[in-house]
């Protein structure tokens, strides 16, 4: 595998299921996000780590969790979604450092989510 | 507060014409920018992206993107357009005092006529 990998590419689940989107980046990144892209809505930035740690939650819901075990992984937990959650779900890795050329961003696929 | 504009949500060309798809930001003293490009049902492609120096950058598939910091924008162009280009387009801006977050503009969806 190369780049970042998202798995599934399509879900659907009702509304009182649990279940959780995988994320892995194959390119030595150091960082890693999750996005909600919605239709006719601007890329929404969800969460943000750094070198495993936390360092942004964009006010998202607590029906969303993240998880980071190491640099290469990151996981979205879903519970209790609302048909409004319904959207392509983006990963993205980047270096942790700016280097030369700023924080470039590397996406996988998508996760495409209805929620029922 | 930072934002970035697209002013064109559709642009239509034909195919073999020059394009342009504006960008203007609002963002930090010290801004990086890129361009993206979406496929139907597919993640983001980075096309290009500024940082420092040359102010005219290069990227894949042909395109090109100035940047002008007098009126803070990076127009992304390509002189010939291909049907294979039709796709959506965004444009991102970090700047480094806010670390590794981006800020994406809506988007332009380029339709390309035969």
């Known amino acids: 595998e190369t780049g970042v990998t998202q798995t599934p590419r399509h879900l659907v689940m009702g509304m009182t299921n649990k279940k959780s989107l995988k994320c892995e980046q194959h390119l030595g990144h150091n960082a890693m996000y999750w996005y909600k892209q919605s239709a006719k809505k601007p890329l929404e930035l969800m969460f943000v780590?750094?070198?495993?740690?936390?360092?942004e939650n964009n006010s998202v819901p607590s029906r969303f969790s993240p998880e980071c075990p190491n640099s290469s992984h990151l996981f979205l937990h879903l519970h209790t979604l609302q048909p409004e959650d319904s959207a392509l779900y983006l990963c993205?890795?980047?270096?942790?450092?700016?280097?030369?050329?700023?924080?470039?961003?590397?996406f996988g696929p998508g996760t495409r989510l209805t929620v029922t | 507060a930072q934002s970035v504009t697209q002013p064109d949500i559709h642009i239509t060309v034909s195919e073999g014409a020059s394009l342009e798809l504006r960008c203007n930001y609002s963002y930090g003293a010290t801004p990086y920018l890129f361009w993206y490009v979406q496929s139907p049902g597919q993640g983001l492609q980075l096309l290009l992206k500024?940082?420092?120096?040359?102010?005219l950058v290069q990227g894949i598939k042909g395109f090109e993107a100035e940047f002008k910091r007098s009126q803070s924008s990076f127009n992304l162009r390509k002189p010939s357009v291909h049907w294979s280009d039709a796709a959506e387009y965004f444009c991102a801006v970090g700047a480094l005092e806010y670390g590794n977050k981006l800020v994406f503009g809506a988007g332009t969806i380029l339709r390309v006529k035969s």
């Open positions: 993205a890795s980047s270096q942790g450092n700016p280097g030369t050329s700023g924080y470039e961003q590397y």
């Open positions: 780590y750094n070198f495993k740690e936390q360092t």
């Open positions: 500024y940082f420092s120096g040359d102010t």
